[in-house]
């Protein structure tokens, strides 16, 4: 088993039920020290006169497990705890230590959790005046499946939506917060939204507008929004749920016949940019007024769909000359993050938006647009837009 980083143990020793290793692994930024706590009656190895070359490759091949739980990526936690057969990861050794004391069947799933999962447990005990391990169990049930809920939801959106568009090209959004446990009020939800329109554009995205046929509707478990404007667009939905998923969806502004282009037929570039900046920077003000903290992390992806036989063109003329040869065989295109938090967003956004770009675009006939193309549009045309055309 190899994660193909240096992995040193350094350490082993036995306390209070528990075998403790301590590992550092090699990283560029020097070394990275880390521990697992491996509970008596989890670890495999009881005959006394094993040696310690045998002892020492479990728990490197423990630490290979935990890092391609992660992909690869050198965990934020520092403690990893094997108990009842589960595996736990939390910055917090103590908090587990004490309040396993208080729970002996805290983990009853062969599951990972984290720090986060501990603190709504232990918030959410007190407002339920129930036990922690009830808790933790429920929270391990809702994480095990999260991810898979959170992709069927968001499966569902995009099937509602381009049943709903019918034959036009479009472009989606979507993201959510894989470690998040908090649940959201939808009047508090509401207020965000409102909050993190960005108007640089004549119809933003998320737009919350106030009559009667066009506001955002409540739903059991979010708010949602669905236009169907005469100009500019032939479609926009959005769905925020009360556990921070958003879902955008709009038609492609080249079949919106506002414009020379005919539907079906290209996909204009620089608008592309405009959208990529624009969602990005949504999604950052969109955690940021709900509160999110800045380690927490993000996960984001956007989807160009029925893109089979178009050209790339531009809005603005004078750059759809130098882009028409290119054209497009497959009927998708989709980037996503990988690991991110939302303050690596904040900080990285402009290469972001950049990374976005370029792998939409490569179904083009393997289009790489220019950097600074790409930034001049971001910064000299998107950012000092300030259009304020659409009425609320």
């Given at each position: 088993?190899?994660?193909?980083?240096?992995?040193?143990?350094?350490?082993?020793?036995?306390?209070?039920?528990?075998?403790?290793?301590?590992?550092?692994?090699?990283?560029?930024?020097?070394?990275?020290?880390?521990?697992?706590?491996?509970?008596?009656?989890?670890?495999?190895?009881?005959?006394?006169?094993?040696?310690?070359?045998?002892?020492?490759?479990?728990?490197?091949?423990?630490?290979?497990?935990?890092?391609?739980?992660?992909?690869?990526?050198?965990?934020?936690?520092?403690?990893?705890?094997?108990?009842?057969?589960?595996?736990?990861?939390?910055?917090d050794i103590n908090s587990f230590l004490t309040v396993q004391e208080k729970s002996s069947d805290l983990v009853r799933t062969?599951?990972?959790?984290?720090?986060?999962?501990?603190?709504?447990?232990?918030?959410?005990?007190?407002?339920?005046?129930?036990?922690?391990?009830?808790?933790?169990?429920?929270?391990?049930?809702?994480?095990?499946?999260?991810?898979?809920?959170?992709?069927?939801?968001?499966?569902?959106?995009?099937?509602?939506?381009?049943?709903?568009?019918?034959?036009?090209?479009?472009?989606?959004?979507?993201?959510?917060?894989?470690?998040?446990?908090?649940?959201?009020?939808?009047?508090?939800?509401?207020?965000?939204?409102?909050?993190?329109?960005?108007?640089?554009?004549?119809?933003?995205?998320?737009?919350?507008?106030?009559?009667?046929?066009?506001?955002?509707?409540?739903?059991?478990?979010?708010?949602?929004?669905?236009?169907?404007?005469?100009?500019?667009?032939?479609?926009?939905?959005?769905?925020?749920?009360?556990?921070?998923?958003?879902?955008?969806?709009?038609?492609?502004?080249?079949?919106?016949?506002?414009?020379?282009?005919?539907?079906?037929?290209?996909?204009?570039?620089?608008?592309?940019?405009?959208?990529?900046?624009?969602?990005?920077?949504?999604?950052?003000?969109?955690?940021?007024?709900?509160?999110?903290?800045?380690?927490?992390?993000?996960?984001?992806?956007?989807?160009?769909?029925?893109?089979?036989?178009r050209s790339l063109s531009a809005w603005n003329p004078g750059r759809a000359f130098s882009l028409r040869h290119y054209t497009?065989?497959?009927?998708?295109?989709?980037?996503?993050?990988?690991?991110?938090?939302?303050?690596?967003?904040?900080?990285?956004?402009?290469?972001?938006?950049?990374?976005?770009?370029?792998?939409?675009?490569?179904?083009?006939?393997?289009?790489?647009?220019?950097?600074?193309?790409?930034?001049?549009?971001?910064?000299?045309?998107?950012?000092?837009?300030?259009?304020?055309?659409?009425?609320?």
């Amino acid at each position: 088993m190899n994660s193909g980083r240096k992995i040193t143990v350094t350490n082993h020793t036995k306390k209070d039920g528990y075998v403790i290793f301590s590992l550092s692994i090699l990283d560029k930024g020097g070394n990275k020290s880390y521990k697992i706590y491996v509970s008596d009656d989890d670890y495999p190895i009881k005959d006394p006169n094993t040696t310690q070359e045998k002892i020492y490759k479990f728990a490197e091949d423990e630490m290979v497990l935990w890092l391609k739980d992660l992909d690869n990526n050198l965990p934020k936690d520092k403690y990893r705890i094997l108990v009842n057969k589960g595996k736990i990861s939390t910055n917090d050794i103590n908090s587990f230590l004490t309040v396993q004391e208080k729970s002996s069947d805290l983990v009853r799933t062969n599951v990972t959790i984290s720090a986060p999962l501990f603190e709504w447990a232990k918030d959410k005990a007190k407002k339920e005046d129930t036990s922690f391990s009830d808790l933790v169990s429920r929270g391990l049930l809702t994480l095990k499946n999260s991810d898979k809920e959170v992709l069927a939801w968001y499966k569902e959106q995009n099937a509602y939506f381009k049943k709903k568009l019918g034959n036009f090209g479009s472009f989606e959004v979507f993201h959510y917060l894989p470690d998040g446990y908090e649940e959201f009020t939808s009047d508090r939800l509401m207020e965000v939204l409102r909050q993190s329109e960005i108007r640089r554009t004549g119809w933003p995205i998320g737009a919350c507008l106030t009559g009667d046929d066009m506001r955002p509707r409540p739903q059991p478990d979010g708010i949602k929004a669905e236009y169907e404007p005469e100009d500019y667009l032939k479609l926009d939905y959005w769905y925020a749920k009360n556990k921070g998923e958003f879902y955008f969806a709009r038609n492609l502004e080249s079949d919106s016949g506002n414009g020379p282009a005919k539907p079906n037929t290209v996909l204009y570039f620089d608008t592309l940019i405009w959208r990529v900046s624009e969602s990005l920077e949504h999604c950052i003000k969109f955690y940021t007024e709900l509160g999110i903290d800045e380690k927490e992390r993000i996960k984001v992806k956007m989807t160009l769909d029925g893109l089979n036989g178009r050209s790339l063109s531009a809005w603005n003329p004078g750059r759809a000359f130098s882009l028409r040869h290119y054209t497009c065989g497959s009927d998708k295109s989709t980037w996503e993050t990988t690991d991110t938090s939302l303050k690596g967003l904040q900080d990285n956004l402009d290469e972001t938006i950049y990374d976005a770009a370029k792998k939409l675009l490569v179904m083009f006939d393997f289009f790489v647009p220019n950097k600074d193309v790409v930034s001049d549009i971001v910064h000299r045309e998107y950012r000092k837009s300030s259009l304020k055309t659409y009425e609320t």
